[in-house]
């Protein structure tokens, strides 16, 4: 018998008949004998809706107001949830973010949570045989303010519950079987990863493989608490994410990721003096620009290019800087390359074994794929490649490290 | 300047066009000085969605989760009227039923007002300029377990939250003007009330004239709470209800009111013996059927006929329960009437006035407008008439009363 936390996104509880669908799902792991508690998403687009009916009363809505209108869509899951489950036989109970003490800061629309304050009244329903459900993505202040926590909220409440109630694994039910080795859309041979680390998780995903966000995992590394990443419609184990171990540290590369959401920036002839980097980094920041990779090339007659990349949609932000920033350390000029995509390999084994980059760089140029950048950490090398390059470089990475089904026996 | 609590039902609200007229129309007072406290219903059909999808889920859905899940509904429309103020330049501020503590009993989906605990939070907030938008319909109990109080369920928010808050009126704005001498529809000449007592108001409710609920009245009349019904369209004065004084008393009908919805049943030849009326009602009150007028005609050779009105939707109900009436009281038999119809007059005069009653039966009886049962109060006469005759008796007793516009001086 486990205590087990689950997480329901909002495309799974669209309609009635999805909701009857995951109140079955749940029912199966209660049947086991497990302590169930469930966290749940707004069903389907009502949170979008809400938004939009708001955005016709208000060009840009009141912050706390938008936080007390959109906890409502969580509290309708839970509520047509704990029915469903009611009407199935089992004991059910819901409970908002408010009820259960979820504290945050008052941060509304991007709270974060501080405290669960309500634990001991998810563990006393627990005893009494409820089925815990509660509303994800909403919290409240000490001033009782209704709170939302922002993008991947209900993830990270789902997670938080997790540490609160000391539960044995935190449960993300997807419509997909779990973390793959690629995208399988890209590589037909892709398999489903059995055990992640969370740092090869927070790599993945700042790859583009979205299937966490990164402060959900964040939390759970903190905490140490047990993720499962697993398909609503299948009982099989998805992708399980904890501490390293030194299983994982056999597997020298887990996964290979990919994202078309950069771009690269080069500052050319950039005088080489002490503090231009730090001059550049902070009008890019002041812009409002998030940058990803940076790489300074060797310095040539005193002078060097800067390149770096930054999500696409912040382009129009950088470009309103980068005349400035051109002026400002007297450089030759920029260009801006919105043709990239960045392809990364990740794995803990990475730290144990050498000539990993070689082999990634080799397996490229043997396809002809030219690398524009590269950059490395502990578990991750990311290059950027052509837009147009970027599927046939995950292809021959994913073969290169012998990733596919055919690359190992039968699971 | 005043401290005002209005009223704005679902209808208002249910889009935004409409929210945007109804945030005008809350700003107008507020300018001109006053303090505002606004209490919404869910917007349009929202409740009404919410159960239609509810009962996809569950054939009779969980109370408790029902009362979460509808309350969203008013939460709803609490953020979207702040942001509507906000945009349009004024501070407002929403308030959930917990938040302002309004404390109910455990009955789920009819709870009770028990106390409002939160009343200083309001007042802090209109000393600090904030339009206050308060959740109608909702409470919580002492175990913070969400409720919500039945019918009419806003409407006795708002006069509770004026009660706690010492309004100095309580305001239901409303697609009609104010209460009317008879319903408009019928009678052409019908006006505007501009005073009504607390029990005439209840008085023409239950004839029929449903402009607020009898509880909101009643909690009104015990409080002491000026209620005000007026147009939403318009800024004129609505009909004002408050304690009797004594120009109210200078009037002796305020108005004719009506309902189809009964039905007349009589039990024919029931032995003139104690406790058989006793005998016959507690049997119809387990059929869980509502009886309003009740008649016992002159004994006749030791028998008797009894006639009562029901609500015609507890007919089917009434019928069950009859057969075994007539048998355990030894009756000859029952008939059933649906085709008939209430018409009553009120007036808080008629209890220094005389001859009312007999003016009334005149007036029927030149129309030739038959009375098959007569039920009277202190400020009341109803006579029950066949049901296509019921315009015909509110025109001539509108008439008889003198209560046309065409009677009195412009107002």
Redesign the interface.
């Known amino acids: 018998m486990a205590l087990i936390v689950q997480k329901f996104g909002g495309a799974s509880l669209a309609t ?1 008949e999805k ?2 669908f995951v109140a079955d799902r749940i029912i199966r792991e209660k049947k086991k004998g497990n302590q169930m508690v469930v966290v749940v998403s707004a069903p389907g687009d009502t949170t979008d809706n ?1 938004i939009e ?2 955005e ?4 840009i ?2 912050e ?3 936080d ?2 959109m ?3 969580e ?2 899951s ?3 949830m ?3 489950l ?2 199935k036989g089992f004991k ?3 409970f ?1 973010g ?2 259960l003490g979820i504290m945050t800061d008052t941060k509304h629309t991007r709270a974060r949570i501080l405290d669960i304050k309500g634990a001991g009244k998810i563990k006393k329903a627990l005893k009494e045989g409820f089925i815990c459900m509660v509303a994800g993505f909403q919290g409240i202040t000490d001033k ?1 303010e ?1 709170t939302t926590l922002g993008r991947g909220g209900s993830d990270l409440t789902a997670v938080a519950l997790a540490t609160a109630i000391k539960a044995d694994v935190c449960e993300f039910l997807k419509d997909v079987d779990g973390v793959f080795t690629a995208n399988p859309g890209v590589v037909f041979d892709a398999k489903k990863i059995d055990f992640l680390s969370y740092d090869e998780m927070l790599e993945l995903s700042s790859g583009g493989a979205q299937v966490l966000y990164n402060r959900c995992v964040e939390f759970a590394k903190n905490y140490n608490v047990v993720l499962h990443v697993r398909g609503t419609f299948t009982d099989k184990q998805g992708t399980i994410i904890k501490k390293e171990d030194k299983e994982m540290e056999k597997i020298i590369v887990s996964g290979i990721t990919y994202n078309k959401k950069e771009a690269k920036i080069t500052i050319k002839g950039v005088p080489d003096q002490p503090g231009i980097a730090s001059l550049v980094f902070n009008k890019i920041a002041d812009g409002d620009v998030n940058v990803d990779m940076i790489i300074q090339n060797v310095s040539d007659n005193g002078s060097t290019d800067i390149s770096f990349t930054i999500f696409r949609k912040d382009a129009v932000k950088a470009v309103k800087v980068l005349d400035d920033i051109v002026k400002k350390v007297k450089a030759k000029g920029y260009s801006i390359d919105e043709k990239i995509g960045k392809v990364s390999a990740v794995g803990v084994g990475m730290r144990t074994h050498t000539g990993i980059a070689s082999v990634m760089f080799k397996a490229l140029a043997d396809k002809k794929i030219n690398i524009e950048m590269i950059s490395t950490s502990e578990i991750k090398i990311s290059v950027v490649v052509k837009e147009d390059q970027v599927e046939d470089a995950v292809k021959v990475l994913h073969s290169a490290f012998k990733l596919g089904k055919k690359d190992v026996k039968a699971e």
């Open positions: 009635p909701m009857l809400l009916f708001a016709k009363l208000a060009k809505p009141d706390r107001e938008l007390m209108l906890a409502t869509g509290q309708q839970i509520a047509l704990s029915m469903a009611i009407e059910a109970k819901s908002t408010a009820q009782e209704v």
